[in-house]
Each structure stands twice: as structure tokens, then as C-alpha cells.
């Protein structure tokens, strides 16, 4: 044969072993699965009201934001926040501090996650770091997720996962995510990860370059992202909130930064993440500031909120019976005339999570100097002011 | 070090690499000069000078690019070391305009101004599958083996997983690339239209 004809043939060969490997691929490829089933083994706490507040450590840190927590063993809490001199500083690290639910009281902060250690072990620039997210695998492992940016500003973040076999002792070099053809920029996390049926993890993230809009991230068991769905599209909406109640059934929570009036946008699926309605406006207020719900175990739905339009001074719980359709505000934590203030009047980026033992935590940014915890339960909750 | 980081930085430094070859070339030094610099710019990009070497800082920058980049760069390597063009201008122009009718389709939408992100079909749609299949063939059977060559060897690269990427959009096409084909494009256009206008009627 010429050169001419091993040239022909030859690169038709390769080309039909590779589709063929493509198309193997893609058939092969398990179909995904709806929405793990919420955990309702919990036991709902005791009918004494219980509420407790107290600020995490800071020892070091001028400006902290965007705590983010995990129930590990023995019904303890491991919270992640990052800190630094300010918001976006070269020295900005992600500090981790343990609570223990018997003693009442937080662990003194430690670093998990330094720029120089981040850039070291993803063998690239990083030149600040954001939002850490923590959750679980299906696999059990304690995950964190955090946002780098190696230029510009939070418009060029990237998402990267590190995982802990030992309840967040140790962890794993960081990994990459990819989750934009545009030099993979612009993607960030703010809300709790989610388990899908067939193992995979769910991300909800947002994009904030040239427009503002969220999408869910599917990863497989190694931290790949194998599959994404777009949540929302336009300039308005960031920082989705995802809480399943079944297989099928999700609402989505997002900050809304588009035009007046401000509130919380509010997104369905009935069909386990695969299509999402179209976003519309809540009744609440949002002064273009993260949210955080959670599922009750009697089946109610908990939203943390900033109840304004226009700034981050009043933090308040809500309350839905209705799985989102109507809202009950129970609560002021923040913003009025009893509560001790912070040197800034900001208290925003809400966390919130219901243990095993039933009993609610939340973490806040307060006043950005410091991260609050506050714990109480449904008696609380209900309670006559 | 992970396969994927190994492949990432060998792109980046592939493509500054590249670079360094146009320059040289310019130069027009003898043969023995040129392959010493390149040797000299080769450790100067992959050689960790401090924390990183230089690859890894435009890695910082670009992520991971592209099969089809680094099979552009590293056929500008060879053609400024050696003369020899591996690519016909034939097969350069069709390529030019399969990048940039990609990212046309690809990148508008991918900045979320609608509920369409043909970004997510790289992760495996057989539709996305079927319609590359149809574009190698019809290269195949114009015999633009470039074109054919450079998505079997993004293929083979996304299917042993060698990025850190799964989606099959990230192997064969970036932001670096497609601009470049656009750039190469519309330059050719304006070098055809001023032709046609200075050449004198009759």
C-alpha cells in the first residue's frame, strides 16, 4: 500500500475505533438517578425550648465570611469559614474549628487551606481564596469544596474539592473541578451539596461572568463533574439553595440581584433535578444576599434570610408548611433593638443544618469580624415572644 | 505528580513553547542555535523556578487547553524548528472555520443568557457524538487528514481521561484557540478583500 493509502485507510481505522469508543461511552454511561431520600431517622428534640449563641474563635483573622458546617462523629460540628486581613486578600485561609454539642463550646481555629498550599497542590497560580462548602459523599467521606481564583476577581473562581477520610483531621490534595468552557472561570459555591440515588453528588453553583446564573453539578465518586443542569439563566440569580423532599421533588432558594422589588427567587422540579421551572419571586424580601433552608424532620421547610431590601442588618427564620409556597417569619436573630451589635451591621451568608439529635444549627457572618453559631430547636422555634 | 496535572502543564508549556519558536524563527539563526534555545526555553517552562515552573502560571490563567491547541502548537513548533509545514493551508483554513463555527455555537450560550448550554452535551450525548462523526467523515473523505487527525487525538485523550475535565467540549476546543482561528480568518478575509480592490479592472 502507498503512503498515500495507509494515510486514507489508516486514519479512517482510528477514527472508527475512537467513535467507537465515544458512542460506548455515552451508551454505557449510567442513567441518572432522582434525588437520594432525605434522612428522616431523626428524632425530634426535646419539647424544653433550647436556644444557645455563641462567636467561633478568631484569634487571627481581621475579616472572616461564608461559614459552612458538617455533623461528624459523636454528633459534633465541624464548621469551615475563610478569613484574612480582608475579603479577597492574598492572605485569606480556610480555617476549620470543632463543636462539641456536650461541652458546649468550639475548638480553637485551625488553617486547612492556605493560597501558597492550594496553588502547591493544584500545580497552578492561585492568588485568593473564597466560599468553602462542606458536606458528604455517598461514600461517607467529609467533603469541602472551596472557590480559588487565580485571576481577576470573584468572576474568575473555580471550584476545587478536597476530601477527608477521618472527619476533616486530614485531607486529600485539592482537586479541580471544570465546570466552564471559558478557561473554567467563573464558577462558585455557596449551597450545601445534595446525594443523588445513584450515588453520584450534586453541587448547586453559580456563574458571575458577564451574567449571573445558577446550574447543579453532577460529580461522580472521584470528584469528576460527569453531568450539569442549568437552574436558572439572565443576570439575576446566584447562590442557588437546593432542598429535596423526595426522589422527584426539589425547591430551590436563590439570591436574586436584578431590579427592584428584591425578593428570595424560588425555583421547582418535580422530575429529580433532570428540568427546573422558571424562576419566580417569593413573597421575602433580598437584599441581594445568600440564603440558607433546610428540611425539618416533621417535614416543614426552615429558611435563614436577611429580611430587607436593601441591607444585610435584620437576619430572620421563616418558616413553610407548605413546602415553600407560604412563608411564616417566626424569628429575628439579628436587627433589632436586643440583640448586641456588631462594630459593622452586616450578618449575612447564612448556614443552616438539622443534626441527628434534631436540634438546629445555624453559622453566620457577623459584623465580618467574627462567625456566630446559634443552636436551638422547634420549641424554641414556636415559642411565644 | 497526577497524570492530568502532567498533561495540563505539558499543554501550557507546549503553547508558551510555541511562542518561543515563532520568535526564533524571525530571527532566522542556523539550525544548531535555534534547537539550543528551544532546549534552553523547554527547561525554562517546565523547570520549577520557586514554587512553579512558568507553565503552571499560565495554566493559572487558561486552565487546560485544548487537544487541538497543543496539536496546533506543537506543529508550529516543528515548521519554526524545521521548515517543514505539517499542515496544508488548505486543511488550516477548514480547520479555522470548524473552530470558530464551534464557538460560536459553544460560547454565547454557555454565558447563561438562555436555558440552552450546549456545554453540557460534552458529557456525553449522542447527538454531540453522531455530529462529530459526520464532520470527521466529511474531512476524511476530502482528505483533510489534519482535521481527522487532530479529533482522533482528542478522542483518544478524553476517553483515557487525560484532563481533569469529562466533558468532551474541553478536548477539542478553548477560548485560546478559538479566537486565534477567528483572528486567522478574518485577517485572511481582509487580505482578499484589499486584493480584490487593488487589482486593476480588465
Known sequence: MTHGGWLRWGSLAAAALVFAGLYVRVITAPSPGGFAPPQTARVVSSAAPLYRAE??????????????????????????????????????????SL?????????????????????????????????????????????????????????GSAINLMVSEDEGETWSPPRRLVASPFFNISTLVKGPPLQFADGATGLPVYHEFLGKFGELLRLDALGHVIQKTRLSWGQSSLQPVIVPRSETEAVAFMRYAGNPPNRILVIRTSDGGAHWSAPVKAALPNPNAA?????????RLLLAFNNAEENREDLSLAISEDFGDTWRILRRLEGDSSSSGAPVPEYSYPWIMQDRAGDIHMLYTWGRSRIKHVRFNTAWLERRR | MPASDAFGLFGCGLLGLAAVATVIHRWRLPAGARYALMLAAAFAVFIPFGELPAA????????????TTLCLAGCACITRLTGKALIEPRERQVLYQLLALAALFLYPFALGWTPFDPYSLGYGSIGFVTVLLMVTLAAWRAKLYAVVFIVIAAGLAYLAGAYESRNLWDYLIDPLVSVYALVRLLSGLRHRLSGEVTQPAG
Open chain 1, 291 to 299: 440564603i440558607a433552608s433546610v428540611l425539618l424532620a416533621d417535614g
Open chain 1, 99 to 155: 463543636y462539641s454539642p456536650k461541652e458546649g463550646s468550639w475548638s480553637p481555629e485551625r488553617v486547612v487551606m492556605t493560597r501558597e498550599l492550594a496553588q502547591r497542590q493544584l500545580r497552578r497560580t492561585v492568588r485568593k481564596l473564597g466560599n468553602p462548602v462542606a458536606g458528604r459523599d455517598r461514600a461517607g467521606r467529609l467533603c469541602l469544596f472551596f472557590v480559588s481564583v487565580s485571576v481577576g476577581g470573584w468572576a
Open chain 2, 56 to 67: 503552571a502560571y499560565l495554566r493559572g490563567v487558561t486552565g487546560d487547553l485544548s487537544v
Open chain 1, 55 to 96: 462567636l467561633l474563635p478568631n484569634s487571627t483573622a481581621a475579616s472572616v465570611h461564608s461559614a459552612t458546617a458538617a455533623e461528624i462523629s459523636g454528633g459534633r460540628l465541624r464548621a469551615f469559614w475563610y478569613g484574612g486581613s480582608r475579603e479577597g486578600a492574598s492572605d485569606v485561609a480556610i480555617y476549620t
